[in-house]
C-alpha cells in the first residue's frame, strides 16, 4: 500500500498531530494526538484540501474521513 511516506503537516488539533496526502495514490495519512497513524485510502483530493482548510481538522475528519475510506494502522 502506498503512503506519504512519513510527509505530514503539523495542525492545530486537539485530535489530530499531522496530516499527510498522495494525490497519485490518493492516500491521506492521518496522525492522531496519540501518537498513532492511519493510512486512509481512495481518498479524493478534494477531501483534503477539505480537511486542511477546516477550522476544526478533527470535526472535519469525523465527518468526511472517519468511516468512508478503508484504512490500516501504519504507526
Known sequence: MAHTGGRRRAVESSALRSVGYDGRARVLEIEFVSGAVYAYTGVPRRVHEELMGAPSHG???????????????IG
Do not use: D, L, N, S
Open 59 to 73: 470535526r472535519c475528519f469525523g465527518r468526511v474521513v472517519r468511516g468512508r475510506y478503508p484504512y490500516r494502522r
